[in-house]
C-alpha cells in the first residue's frame, strides 16, 4: 500500500516533470517558429539563378527515393520558379549513351552508331543547356548549380546534387550490379588549385542517403586513388571540334594499382558528359587493367537539341 502511494506520487511528480517538459519545449518551438521568421526576413536565400531574394522552403524529409526532385534537392538555393526550369532527360533514351532519341524503335543514338563506345552505358539526370532560338542559347539551373560549385567554390550544393545524382543511379541501375564506384578524376595541377574533385563530392553521401531510403550499398566501395589523371589536359566544354576534344584527353588517365579493380564493376561519375571522350578514355584504361565492366553516371548533358 505505502509502495503503491509512493509510486503514485512518484508518477505523478514523473507526469509534472514530462508535463512542464513539454512545455518548456512547445516555449521553445514557439521561440524558434520567431526566429526563423526573423531570419527569413533578415537573411532570405538568394536565388543561385535569378539572384532575387527568397524565403527559404519548409525542410522536406526524404523517406523515399521518388521524394527526391529537383526542387527538394536544390530549393534551399534555387527559388521555386527557377527550379521549374530544370529540364530532365527522359525517355526515349539512346540505351547506349543516354541522351534522348527521337521514338523508342531506333534504340541507339546517331552518334553511338558511327562510335565504339568503351563503356558498357551511361545515364544523366538533365541538361545544361536549351535551345532558346536559332543562335541563343537559354542556361538551365543545373548548369548554374554546377558551375557554382565547380568554379565558386560553392561546395554546399554538392549535397543536393549529390542526391540528384543517386536518385539517377537508382533510377537506372540495381545497386547489386555495381562493385566499385569512381569519381573521375582531375590532374593533381587542378585538384590542388581548386581544393576538390567536385565527382567525388558528388558522391561523398551516397551511402548515408541509401542508409537512409533503406536501399542496400554497403557492397559498394568508393575508389578515389586507383584510377589517376596523369596528363594535365584542358577542359573540354572549352574545346570545340570532336576531335580535339579526343586528342586533347587521349591517354590522359593511368591505372595506378591494377589489383583493386580486377573483374570488378565500376560506375564512373562526372558531372558533365560532354562528347563521351573522357569517360570513353577511362573506360578504356580500366578496361585494360582488368575491370569486367565500365558504366558512366553524369549530372548533365550539355544541349538539349530543339
Ligand atoms: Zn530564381
Ligand atoms: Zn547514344
Request: charged share 30%.
Amino acid at each position: 500500500m505505502f509502495t503503491a502511494r509512493n509510486s503514485k506520487y512518484a508518477s505523478d511528480a514523473e507526469r509534472q516533470e514530462k508535463l512542464s517538459f513539454f512545455k518548456k519545449l512547445s516555449f521553445l518551438n514557439i521561440w524558434q517558429g520567431i526566429a526563423r521568421t526573423l531570419s527569413e526576413a533578415v537573411f532570405p536565400s538568394r536565388c543561385l539563378v535569378c539572384e532575387e531574394f527568397f524565403p527559404p522552403p519548409p525542410k522536406i524529409e526524404i523517406r523515399d527515393i521518388e521524394d527526391i526532385t529537383f526542387e527538394t534537392a536544390m530549393g534551399a538555393f534555387i527559388c521555386r520558379n527557377c527550379c521549374c526550369g530544370f529540364v530532365p532527360i527522359e525517355p526515349p533514351i539512346c540505351l547506349w549513351c543516354g541522351i534522348e532519341i527521337e521514338n523508342y524503335e531506333d534504340e541507339i543514338c546517331v552518334r553511338c552508331h558511327n562510335t565504339l563506345n568503351q563503356f558498357r552505358k551511361a545515364r544523366m539526370l538533365g541538361f545544361y543547356r536549351t535551345p532558346k532560338s536559332d543562335d541563343d542559347l537559354e542556361e538551365q539551373p543545373l548548369e548554374k548549380a554546377i558551375k557554382a560549385l565547380k568554379y565558386s567554390e560553392k561546395t554546399w550544393l554538392a549535397k543536393g546534387l549529390g542526391m540528384l545524382l543517386f536518385s539517377t543511379f537508382v533510377r537506372y541501375w540495381d545497386p547489386k550490379e555495381i562493385d566499385l564506384v569512381m569519381p573521375v578524376p582531375l590532374h593533381i595541377r587542378k585538384l590542388r588549385k581548386r581544393g576538390f574533385n567536385q565527382s567525388y563530392l558528388l558522391v561523398i553521401n551516397w551511402h548515408r542517403i541509401a542508409e537512409k531510403l533503406n536501399i542496400n550499398l554497403s557492397h559498394i566501395q568508393i575508389d578515389i586513388d586507383t584510377l589517376i589523371r596523369h596528363k594535365d589536359t584542358k577542359p573540354q566544354v572549352s574545346l570545340e571540334g570532336k576531335e580535339e576534344r579526343k586528342r586533347n584527353i587521349e591517354k590522359a588517365f593511368r591505372v595506378i594499382n591494377p589489383s583493386k579493380i580486377q573483374g570488378k564493376r565500376i560506375l564512373l561519375v562526372d558531372d558533365v558528359f560532354t562528347s563521351g571522350s573522357t569517360v570513353n578514355e577511362c573506360a578504356k584504361a580500366l578496361l585494360k587493367a582488368g575491370a569486367e565492366c565500365v558504366d558512366v553516371l553524369a549530372l548533365a548533358r550539355p544541349l538539349k537539341k530543339k
